[in-house]
Each structure stands twice: as C-alpha cells, then as structure tokens.
C-alpha cells in the first residue's frame, strides 16, 4: 500500500520526491537506484531523475510506494 506524501507544487522531481517520501536516504542513493533500474514510476521502470511527478503518481522501490498527493 503507497503512502501519501503531499507536494505543495504542481509537480516535483523524481529524485527530490523519493528523500522527501523517506523512499531514500540520500540524493546520491536516489541517483544509483535510479540509475540501476531499481525506481518504478506508475508501474514503469523510470530511469531519469529529473522526470516530473504530479499528484497521482505512484513511486516504488523494492517493497516500499508512495503517492503524490496535493497539498
């Protein structure tokens, strides 16, 4: 079940999203597991860091998910 982590934006970068929903620890983990196919965005394997997310979006890594919501 993906947890709801509210942007106070339109939109939001992948790797900015994932150390905000605690997803990853740091920028330079986000940029790796990118980077290893390892970050699915909506059930799709994302493999560009700056890709913009906006609300509804699902990101999933190993077990964990989370949803963009709006604040």
Avoid: C, W, Y
């Avoid at 992948?14 to 620890?25: A, E, P, V, Y």
């Avoid at 970050?39 to 999933?60: F, H, I, K, M, Y």
């Amino acid at each position: 079940m993906a947890h709801d982590i509210p942007i106070t934006d339109d939109s939001i970068r992948l790797g900015q999203f994932l150390k905000l929903s605690s997803l990853i620890d740091s920028g330079s983990d986000a940029k790796a597991a990118i980077a290893e196919g390892l970050v699915a965005v909506n059930g799709d394997v994302e493999l560009r860091r700056g890709r913009q997310l906006r609300p509804g979006d699902t990101v999933s890594i190993g077990g964990s998910s989370a949803r963009v919501t709006q604040a």
